[in-house]
């Protein structure tokens, strides 16, 4: 049974681009669009991972992919993509922003130049492509549909990873803001922040194997566990439909809990073993009666 929720032609006739589509979250989303009947362009910087992921996901789907190669910190690569798109296809219904750059490091080691490289690719990559799809949309008469991948520690903030804090942070004021300001000309906005995901590119920048052993991720999360591509990739499928017509301007987190359990003050007390509650209630019952 496929782990896809929607039917075969949920996004029949839709045409999607998914940037950063050809390794981690954004091939198992383009997986699942290309299943439900999209069309979907993957880019990103390195062309030979995108050929070979296309031709992976042709002969997963029987889908109709196409790769392109841009860097989304160049604004004219990114009107090129567009450009090669509406030539093949037509005009874009939902993109799809998810190419992101990240690792983590104490901020004190950072020169200027890493913090302006990921915030480049993550905040400026994500408005030049919003900026590109927004006027040609326009331009045409039609409205759009764009669905940003951010992180929970966008809302929180997050020290070790302080350059994508702040650009994802500004992808959230990306959305919001023109969730109002385009709505009413046939547009929607809304971010989908993940909790963790294992993929290669974040493991590999986020997780090396020396700090594995020292963090474990599954306890930081309610349900004990990492989340799952497909269960991501659904919710990016129904996003990129229009049985979500409805949700404009929204963060939705999909993290089994993490952030919560992280900001709650007494969630730690999970720790307390049961058998010790008797005695914590024995006590704080009698708090104030000595
Ligand atoms: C300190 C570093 C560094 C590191 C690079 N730099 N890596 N500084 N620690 N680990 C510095 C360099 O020395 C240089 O500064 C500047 O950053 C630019 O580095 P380049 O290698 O020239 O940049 P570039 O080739 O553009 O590569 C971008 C990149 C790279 C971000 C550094 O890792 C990349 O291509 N990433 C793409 C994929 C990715 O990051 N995926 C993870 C997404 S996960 P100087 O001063 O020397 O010139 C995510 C959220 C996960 O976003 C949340 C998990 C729960
Ligand atoms: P990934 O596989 O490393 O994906 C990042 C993608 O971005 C790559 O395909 C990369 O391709 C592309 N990219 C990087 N710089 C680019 C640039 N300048 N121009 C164009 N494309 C560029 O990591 P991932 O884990 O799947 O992350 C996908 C998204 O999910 C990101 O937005 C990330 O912040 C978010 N996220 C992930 C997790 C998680 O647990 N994995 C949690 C929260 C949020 P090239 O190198 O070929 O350019």
């Not at 971010?191 to 995901?197: L, S, T, Y």
């Not at 294992?198 to 194997?209: C, H, I, N, Q």
């Not at 987190?253 to 914590?280: H, Y």
């Amino acid at each position: 049974m496929s782990n896809n929720m929607l039917s075969k032609d949920a996004l029949a006739g839709k045409i999607i681009l998914v940037t950063g589509g050809g390794t981690g979250l954004g091939r198992s989303m383009t997986k699942f669009l290309l299943e439900s009947g999209a069309k979907v362009a993957i880019s990103s910087r390195k062309m030979d991972v995108l050929e070979k992921a296309a031709a992976e996901l042709r002969e997963e789907t029987g889908g109709e992919v196409l790769p392109l190669s841009c860097d989304v910190r160049n604004y004219e690569e990114v009107e090129k993509v567009f450009a090669d798109i509406e030539s093949a296809w037509g005009q874009v219904d939902v993109l799809i922003n998810n190419a992101a750059g990240n690792f983590v490091s104490p901020t004190e080691r950072l020169s200027h130049r890493a913090f302006d490289t990921v915030v480049d690719i993550v905040l400026k990559g994500t408005y030049n492509c919003t900026l590109a799809y927004g006027k040609r949309q326009l331009e045409a008469g039609k409205g759009g549909n764009v669905i940003s991948i951010v992180t929970t520690y966008a809302a929180t903030g997050s020290g070790f990873v302080v350059p994508s804090a702040c650009a994802k942070a500004g992808v959230v004021a990306l959305t919001r803001s023109l969730a109002a300001e385009w709505g009413g000309k046939g547009f929607r906005f809304n971010a989908v922040a993940p909790g963790p995901f294992p993929t290669k590119g974040a493991w590999e920048r986020l997780m090396p194997d020396n700090v594995k052993d020292l963090v474990d991720i599954k306890k930081r999360v309610p349900l004990q566990r990492v989340g799952e591509h497909h269960e991501l990739a659904n919710l990016i499928t129904y996003l990129a439909s229009d049985y979500s017509a409805y949700i404009n301007g929204d963060i939705i987190t999909i993290d089994g809990g993490e952030w919560l359990q992280g900001a709650g003050q007494f969630n730690p007390f999970k720790q307390i073993p049961s058998q010790m509650w008797d005695m914590v209630e024995q006590m704080t019952r009698s708090a104030g009666k000595k």
